[in-house]
C-alpha cells in the first residue's frame, strides 16, 4: 500500500488513510464499519463516538475528529510541496532533518488526534512507512509488529502528549543508520 503510494510519489491523504485502515483491519474488528472510518458522532454508527485515551492522554474528542484529520492532512499537503521546492537546493544532511522533522510532526499530530477506534499504531506507523519511502529513505520498522523496547513506546507516548522532537530524532537517527534506497 504505502510502497506504491510512495513510488508513484502520490501524497496521502484522509481517504487513502481510511483506506489503508479498512484494508489492514476489516478481516478483524468487532463492527464492520470499525475499519476505515474515523471517530466521530454519528446516531447510526455509535461506535465511532467514543473518546480514546492512551495513557493520560485523551486524543481529539470526536466531535472534532474528521474535521482535524482533513486539516492535518491539508497541513501536510502543503509542508510537502514547499519541501519539495527546496529540496534539491539542500545536501543530503540537510535533507534528511528536515523529512524527519516533518514525518516526525505529521506522525505526532496523527497520533495526537487518534482518528480511529483502534489501530492508530499501526496505522501512524504505515503512514511514516509512506513519508519515508516517499523522501526515499528505508522505514525504520515493520508496520504489523509493534517494535519492541521501551524507547519506540515513550517516543511515541511524548508524540500522544504532543511532543514531536522525540519521534523527529529517533526518524533521523533511523535515516543516518539505513540511509536511502528506496527509489
Same mark, same amino acid.
Given at each position: ?42 446516531? =447510526? =454508527? ?37 519541501? =519539495? ?99
Amino acid at each position: 500500500m504505502a510502497h506504491v503510494a510512495a513510488r508513484a510519489g502520490t501524497v496521502v491523504d484522509p481517504g487513502a488513510c481510511r483506506d489503508w485502515h479498512r484494508t489492514m483491519f476489516a478481516p478483524s474488528v468487532p463492527m464492520d464499519y470499525y475499519a476505515g472510518n474515523f471517530r466521530q458522532l454519528d446516531h =447510526r =454508527r455509535p461506535c465511532l463516538g467514543v473518546d480514546v485515551k492512551v495513557g493520560s492522554c485523551y486524543g481529539t474528542p470526536p466531535m472534532f475528529v474528521p474535521q482535524a484529520t482533513e486539516m492535518l492532512f491539508r497541513w501536510l499537503g502543503r509542508e510537502i510541496v514547499a519541501l =519539495r521546492a527546496l529540496w534539491n537546493g539542500v545536501l543530503g544532511e540537510e535533507q534528511s532533518k528536515r523529512a524527519a522533522i516533518l514525518l516526525g510532526e505529521f506522525a505526532s499530530r496523527f497520533i495526537k488526534i487518534h482518528p480511529f477506534v483502534n489501530g492508530n499504531g499501526r496505522t501512524s506507523r504505515l503512514l511514516l512507512a509512506w513519508g519515508m519511502m516517499y523522501f526515499g529513505f528505508r522505514p525504520p520498522f515493520t508496520v504489523h509488529i509493534r517494535p519492541e523496547g521501551r524507547s519506540y513506546a515513550w517516543v511515541m507516548q511524548q508524540a500522544m502528549n504532543g511532543n514531536p522532537a522525540p519521534l523527529q530524532l529517533f526518524l533521523l537517527n533511523s535515516i543516518r543508520q539505513r540511509g536511502s534506497g528506496t527509489r
